[in-house]
């Protein structure tokens, strides 16, 4: 098991960028795969991007080109850079480890408690 602390949630005009980041209380660099999730309001939870232990990289198609999702293993860290927000962006980001793979929830074994990510005018 692993804690997952997110930060970096904040207000942005549309086309600004934001880079959250996920702390982790142990060593990442043993676990599988790591992602990050999104849950606008009325909306069901869905993955943004996922990093395995090696470092292959998955995004969903909404994001894919204007996300970046990397890990920094020393700092048992994940980040995701976001660029060209848009309101549709607009969700609380979640943080989320797993053994196996964190394509989908089932799979993911942690969860952070979330961040909050505003893209308004």
């Known amino acids: 098991q692993v804690q997952l602390v997110e930060s970096g949630g904040d207000l942005v005009h549309p086309g600004g960028s934001l880079r959250l980041s996920c702390a982790a209380s142990?060593?990442?660099?043993?676990?599988?795969?790591m992602g990050w999730y999104r849950q606008a309001p009325g909306k069901q939870r869905e993955m943004v991007a996922t990093i395995t232990i090696i470092g292959s990289t998955n995004y969903a198609d909404s994001v894919k080109g204007r996300f970046t999702i990397s890990r920094d293993n020393a700092k048992n860290t994940v980040y995701l850079q976001m660029n060209s927000l848009t309101p549709e962006d607009t969700a609380v980001y979640y943080c989320?480890?797993?053994?196996?793979?964190?394509?989908?929830?089932?799979?993911?074994?942690?969860w952070g408690q979330g961040t909050q990510v505003t893209v308004s005018s």
């Open positions: 142990r060593s990442i660099s043993s676990i599988g795969a």
């Open positions: 989320a480890a797993g053994r196996w793979g964190v394509s989908t929830t089932s799979q993911a074994e942690d």
